[in-house]
């Protein structure tokens, strides 16, 4: 460890007590501003062709859209307030984490819904019966 001299004897100690001191807290601060710049990756379940396909998850998803989706959204998607959905073109991750974390305009649901609701919310959203 790297020793500091002072002018003032019997303060050599401190010094070096105030030198690892300030090298633990150096380290510290740059540990949480490391951890504070990679933020973890969001994780996205699996959809199975079993789950996006079972008709207790379509019902439930179409009973969730029903409820709070469709005021943005529209009762098939459009016309509404919101942009008209293309789910033909998106992958259920894609939409999976739009209605998770939010997009612009659109707030996320995570707080909202279980994982799991927004799960059969995508499998409603995927389904052919969604829309025409």
């Not at 994780?43 to 439930?60: Q, R, S």
């Not at 959905?85 to 707080?111: C, I, Q």
């Amino acid at each position: 460890m790297l020793q500091m001299r002072c002018r003032v004897r019997g303060t050599t100690a401190l010094a070096v007590a105030v030198f690892a001191l300030g090298l633990s807290l150096g380290s510290n601060v740059m540990d949480a501003a490391d951890s504070k710049a990679t933020p973890p990756a969001p994780v996205i379940p699996e959809f199975t062709a079993g789950f996006l396909n079972d008709p207790k998850n379509l019902a439930a998803g179409k009973e969730l859209w029903d409820d709070q989706c469709s005021h943005c959204h529209g009762r098939n998607a459009y016309p509404g307030k919101a942009p008209k959905l293309k789910p033909r073109k998106y992958s259920p991750d894609f939409v999976y984490d739009r209605l998770t974390y939010g997009f612009r305009k659109m707030p996320a649901w995570e707080d909202a819904y279980s994982e799991n609701e927004r799960m059969q919310i995508v499998a409603y959203i995927m389904s052919k019966s969604f829309s025409p």
